[in-house]
């Protein structure tokens, strides 16, 4: 796989995260330890961002 198929994969990866991030209460964050904040600030990240 080339090297630009593997950086889209991980960016699509990252939005996905992000994005089932969103959809947890904040009874599950602090199961795993995150807060709404950091849910709020990573999720604004563009798709591209680390």
Do not use: C, H, N, T
Request: hydrophobic share 40%.
């Amino acid at each position: 796989m080339s090297i630009f198929f593997q950086w889209l994969y991980a960016a699509y990866e990252r939005q996905r995260q992000r994005q089932a991030l969103l959809k947890l209460d904040d009874r599950m964050l602090s199961d795993i330890g995150v807060s709404r904040a950091d849910v709020e600030r990573e999720s604004s990240k563009p798709f591209w961002k680390e």
